[in-house]
């Protein structure tokens, strides 16, 4: 006997294609705060630019950094992005 109280999947999906947009577009606002450097590293090492998280090393070599300003850049841009974005904004996401 099949489940009627199912959403269809159409519906479901288009939920979660609104969300993702919806956690896209908050991100790009947060993203777009950053000092360029700062931005592409996050955006390497979170898998932003291709759907892939890169290793510090990916990323540095790709930007042309050392691992060690990777590390930093990332460090700096996370502290910034919990100064300017309260955390509760983004919850509703996760």
Same mark, same amino acid.
């Not at 290793?55 to 070599?61: M, N």
């Given at each position: 006997?099949?489940? +009627?109280?199912?959403? $269809? %999947?159409?519906?479901?999906?288009?939920?979660?294609?609104?969300?993702? /947009?919806?956690?896209?577009?908050?991100?790009? @606002?947060?993203? /777009? %705060?950053? $000092?360029?450097? *700062?931005?592409?590293?996050?955006?390497?090492?979170?898998?932003?630019?291709? @759907?892939? $998280?890169? #290793? =510090?090393? *990916? +990323?540095?070599?790709?930007?042309?950094?050392?691992?060690? *300003?990777? #590390? %930093?850049?990332?460090?700096?841009?996370?502290?910034?992005?919990?100064?300017?974005? =309260?955390? #509760? #904004?983004?919850?509703?996401?996760?």
């Amino acid at each position: 006997m099949a489940n +009627t109280s199912r959403a $269809p %999947r159409g519906h479901a999906s288009s939920d979660a294609d609104d969300a993702l /947009r919806a956690l896209r577009s908050r991100l790009d @606002g947060v993203l /777009r %705060r950053l $000092p360029d450097i *700062e931005r592409q590293v996050v955006e390497h090492r979170m898998g932003l630019v291709d @759907g892939s $998280p890169a #290793k =510090p090393g *990916e +990323t540095a070599e790709r930007l042309g950094l050392t691992i060690h *300003e990777v #590390k %930093r850049i990332e460090e700096r841009a996370f502290a910034r992005i919990r100064e300017v974005v =309260p955390i #509760k #904004k983004l919850q509703r996401f996760l």
